[in-house]
Structure formats: structure tokens, C-alpha cells
């Protein structure tokens, strides 16, 4: 503090809530994780645990982009006047475009029928970005021509990446390794998923309202294309989680099923961090649902 190193000791516990990306850094950070790692950058071990910044588990997500026949969002987002128009609906009537979220419908599928749950979520996004502005967010500047979206991403991936600190300085960034389709189900679950969204495009009543397919566009047909496709195109949806996972196994786990960490007292982890396995859906509800069931822990652990 200006300057100046400065000890905060903490009369009860610590709880450490970072979430999914500096949880697992500032725990590597104060001599809590890989000794490999840490020794490579003389950080004294205090705890060593290989799982703080392993089995990282993200949903996936690519966007397949259509031209329509019919005005979509981007006639109004596009111009500087419809920003002014929905700007002002919605700061005086809290209505219009902006009051809506960025996906205007969504669902689950299964890419086959013999599962038992869904394994894909599906987005539909009123609007385009196949042509931003150089340096500018792409939701900004909508596509010139009447556009929408349809995309998907993956429930539960198989594939797992890490989350590790790059030097002892906490200034800079953790190298973020996703991995994502690292695994063949991933791979072959996502194949499935795109050729579904198109035979959702083929049905009647989306076909006479397209134009075309813009992205990736029709010359992309065969299965090494499509593949070669989502490999280049995916990012994520911001679903991270598992990199402190719980678990009452010391080896497999970095905290216990009360939040604590395995090895060291008085200190615990709540966020999405935490999570054993990925959900099926947005990590918003449960990641709320964690820190209110991690404060009950914390309550009923100092009666």
C-alpha cells in the first residue's frame, strides 16, 4: 500500500472468491498448487496440490450466420440514429432492443436420440457481426444486410485444459490453456450439432426467410471441413469452472465438500472454481447458488 508491504491477517478464516481464472492464480501465487510449477518460479510450496488450475471445463460455442429476407436488428443497431432511437427507448421506457438479452430464443437438443438428457444448447441472435469495425466490440456494428444467428454449444465436454500462473508477478496474466476438443466425443458431439443446426435452417419455415448461409457458407459440406470449421471458429461462452474443484479426495480435489482446502486451515474457496463437473447450462444461477450455500457453510462452521 503506497508503496509500502503491508501483512492482513484474518482473525477467523480467509475465503477466497475469484472465480474460475484468479482463484486458482492467487492460490498458485501463495505457494498453493503444482510444487512443479511453483518451484520452476522459486515460490515457496506451502501446499502442494497438482489439481489447483487443472481440469478446466468450459462450454464451447460457434455461431452459424445467415443473411434473411427480412429485417433483422441490424437495420436499427447499425446506423448512428438507431443507436440515438434505441438508446433513448430504452433509458425512457426501459423497452426495445436493448432491453432484451443477446439471445432472443434458445433450447436444448441431444445429436442422439438414444440419450438420455440433452447434450447441446442452442442460441438464436437476431442480429449479425460477420463485418466489424477494425478496434471496435462487433456487437457495436451489426452487418450492413439484414442478419441472424444460430448457434450452439456443448453441455458436457470431455475435454480438460488448466489455468497456471506464468511468473510470481500478480500482475501478470495466468496462461489460460482450454484444450477444447482434445477428446473425440467432443469432436464427433460437435459434427452432429452443426449438421443439426443446418436441417433447422432447411425446415420451411426458416428456408423462406434465408437468403443464404453467410458463415461458414455453402461450400463448407464435407465432415473435414466442417470440422476443420468449428476447430477455427469456436470460442468461448465464459462458462469456466473445476479449476479449485470439490471433491473428499485430497488427490483428485482442492477443496473438500465444505468448501476448505484439503491440507492447509482456515481457508476455503466459493465460486464457480469449485464446481466438480461443468452443468449443463449458463453457470450464472449456480455459481449464485454456490455462494449463498458457501455462506451457509461458513455460518454454520463458526456456532
Request: proline content about 8%; charged content about 20%.
Given at each position: 500500500?503506497?508503496?509500502?508491504?503491508?501483512?492482513?491477517?484474518?482473525?477467523?478464516?480467509?475465503?477466497?472468491?475469484?472465480?474460475?481464472?484468479?482463484?486458482?492464480?492467487?492460490?498458485?501465487?501463495?505457494?498453493?498448487?503444482?510444487?512443479?510449477?511453483?518451484?520452476?518460479?522459486?515460490?515457496?510450496?506451502?501446499?502442494?496440490?497438482?489439481?489447483?488450475?487443472?481440469?478446466?471445463?468450459?462450454?464451447?460455442?460457434?455461431?452459424?450466420?445467415?443473411?434473411?429476407?427480412?429485417?433483422?436488428l441490424n437495420q436499427i443497431l447499425r446506423p448512428w440514429?438507431?443507436?440515438?432511437?434505441?438508446?433513448?427507448?430504452?433509458?425512457?421506457?426501459?423497452?426495445?432492443?436493448?432491453?432484451?438479452?443477446?439471445?432472443?430464443?434458445?433450447?436444448?437438443?441431444?445429436?442422439?436420440?438414444?440419450?438420455?438428457?440433452?447434450?447441446?444448447?442452442?442460441?438464436?441472435?437476431?442480429?449479425?457481426?460477420?463485418?466489424?469495425?477494425?478496434?471496435?466490440?462487433?456487437?457495436?456494428?451489426?452487418?450492413?444486410?439484414?442478419?441472424?444467428?444460430?448457434g450452439l454449444s456443448n453441455c458436457r465436454p470431455s475435454?480438460?485444459?488448466?489455468?497456471?500462473?506464468?511468473?510470481?508477478?500478480?500482475?501478470?496474466?495466468?496462461?489460460?490453456?482450454?484444450?477444447?476438443?482434445?477428446?473425440?466425443?467432443?469432436?464427433?458431439?460437435?459434427?452432429?450439432?452443426?449438421?443439426?443446426?443446418?436441417?433447422?435452417?432447411?425446415?420451411?419455415?426458416?428456408?423462406?426467410?434465408?437468403?443464404?448461409?453467410?458463415?461458414?457458407?455453402?461450400?463448407?459440406?464435407?465432415?473435414?471441413?466442417?470440422?476443420?470449421?468449428?476447430?477455427?471458429?469456436?470460442?468461448t461462452v465464459y462458462h469456466p469452472v473445476s479449476t479449485?474443484?470439490?471433491?473428499?479426495?485430497?488427490?483428485?480435489?482442492?477443496?473438500?465438500?465444505?468448501?476448505?482446502?484439503?491440507?492447509?486451515?482456515?481457508?476455503?474457496?466459493?465460486?464457480?472454481?469449485?464446481?466438480?463437473?461443468?452443468?449443463?447450462?449458463?453457470?450464472?444461477?449456480?455459481?449464485?447458488?454456490?455462494?449463498?450455500?458457501?455462506?451457509?457453510?461458513?455460518?454454520?462452521?463458526?456456532?
Amino acid at each position: 500500500q503506497n508503496g509500502e508491504k503491508k501483512t492482513v491477517r484474518a482473525g477467523r478464516e480467509v475465503i477466497l472468491s475469484g472465480g474460475s481464472v484468479n482463484s486458482p492464480q492467487l492460490l498458485q501465487l501463495s505457494g498453493v498448487g503444482p510444487s512443479a510449477l511453483l518451484g520452476g518460479l522459486d515460490i515457496p510450496v506451502v501446499h502442494a496440490n497438482d489439481n489447483v488450475g487443472a481440469n478446466l471445463q468450459d462450454h464451447v460455442g460457434i455461431n452459424y450466420t445467415f443473411r434473411g429476407k427480412l429485417p433483422t436488428l441490424n437495420q436499427i443497431l447499425r446506423p448512428w440514429w438507431g443507436k440515438l432511437l434505441v438508446g433513448m427507448q430504452y433509458i425512457l421506457l426501459r423497452s426495445g432492443p436493448l432491453s432484451l438479452s443477446m439471445n432472443n430464443a434458445g433450447g436444448f437438443f441431444r445429436t442422439d436420440p438414444s440419450m438420455t438428457r440433452p447434450n447441446m444448447q442452442l442460441y438464436f441472435q437476431a442480429f449479425s457481426t460477420v463485418i466489424p469495425k477494425s478496434g471496435e466490440r462487433p456487437i457495436l456494428t451489426p452487418d450492413p444486410w439484414p442478419g441472424f444467428s444460430i448457434g450452439l454449444s456443448n453441455c458436457r465436454p470431455s475435454s480438460r485444459g488448466e489455468i497456471m500462473i506464468r511468473s510470481k508477478n500478480p500482475r501478470d496474466y495466468p496462461r489460460i490453456t482450454a484444450n477444447a476438443y482434445s477428446t473425440n466425443a467432443d469432436v464427433d458431439e460437435m459434427l452432429a450439432a452443426v449438421k443439426f443446426v443446418r436441417r433447422i435452417a432447411a425446415m420451411p419455415a426458416m428456408a423462406e426467410i434465408i437468403e443464404e448461409e453467410v458463415l461458414p457458407g455453402p461450400s463448407i459440406t464435407s465432415d473435414a471441413d466442417l470440422i476443420q470449421d468449428f476447430r477455427k471458429r469456436s470460442g468461448t461462452v465464459y462458462h469456466p469452472v473445476s479449476t479449485c474443484r470439490m471433491g473428499p479426495d485430497p488427490a483428485r480435489a482442492v477443496v473438500d465438500p465444505r468448501l476448505r482446502v484439503h491440507g492447509l486451515g482456515g481457508l476455503r474457496v466459493i465460486d464457480a472454481s469449485i464446481f466438480p463437473d461443468n452443468i449443463t447450462g449458463n453457470t450464472n444461477a449456480a455459481s449464485i447458488l454456490t455462494g449463498w450455500k458457501g455462506a451457509e457453510l461458513v455460518l454454520e462452521d463458526q456456532k
